[in-house]
């Protein structure tokens, strides 16, 4: 597990992003998902396993309906502090737009018959291409699986198993997001606003030390130049 991929494509600097770092295993693991309205309008679901948060990006959002099979693009690991990040992402940096957590929990590993299994049974699975969990969240609960597509290296297709909290009506996860994400993204369609221009946020630049923050002031300077 290592946040390389995580960290070369962000300017720490420039994206109120937290940089993280890789921790050791916790006894309870947890999940995220965040509606993130980039380019395009996605969720990203994370498993946290080994210390940081395994990830997918979902175009459609995950489903509590067990027809839909959701593609689930495997994305770069994120460290465990990015479960809490919401915010704007400013333009010209890896993911530009807006992020807020949708849903969060957390989630037990399980084998084919629903019986608990370990972190590093987990993981094994996870490199075999076919996973099962719990999920003990607000919105999602129950049985879901992420199967890996043959046909490419990161496809994934994610999908409710059918248990009491399985619903057979239409499920969009947009019927249950925020209304500030919502509102955001009928104004980035309306065109009434665009992708942040605003810079670093005050309280990451505060996190920096001195030496280091005068460093980035001169880079930055350099950039404008
Ligand atoms: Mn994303």
């Known amino acids: 597990m290592s946040l390389t991929k995580y960290k070369q494509k962000r300017n720490f600097g420039d994206t109120p992003e937290p940089a ?49 099979k959701r593609l689930a693009m495997m994305v770069e690991d994120h460290p465990l502090e990015y479960a809490s990040f919401e915010g704007d992402i400013p333009a010209g940096n890896y993911g530009a737009g807006h992020v807020d957590v949708w849903d969060k929990g957390s989630y037990e590993p399980v084998d ?3 019986n608990v299994i370990s972190a590093s049974q987990f993981n094994k699975a996870l490199h075999g291409g076919s996973i099962k969990f719990r999920m003990k969240g607000r919105k999602l609960k129950g049985e879901f699986a992420l199967v890996k597509l043959k046909s490419d290296e990161k496809s994934w297709l994610l999908i409710k198993h059918r248990d009491e909290h399985a619903t057979d009506e239409d499920y969009s996860a947009e019927d249950y997001a925020k209304k500030s994400s919502l509102a955001y993204t009928a104004a980035r369609n309306a065109g009434t ?28 300077r350099l950039k404008k130049t």
Do not use: C, M
């Open 20 to 68: 993280g770092k890789v921790k050791k295993q916790n006894d309870k693991l947890t999940f995220v998902i965040q509606r993130h309205h980039a380019s395009h309008l996605h969720y990203d679901f994370r498993l946290e396993l080994n210390g940081t948060l395994k990830s997918w990006a979902v175009p459609k959002g995950p489903s509590l309906n067990p027809k839909d």
């Open 112 to 114: 084919e018959k629903g």
């Open 193 to 220: 606003i665009s992708i942040s221009k605003k810079a670093v946020k005050k309280t990451a630049a505060k996190k920096v030390p001195a030496k280091k923050a005068t460093a980035v002031k001169k880079k930055r």
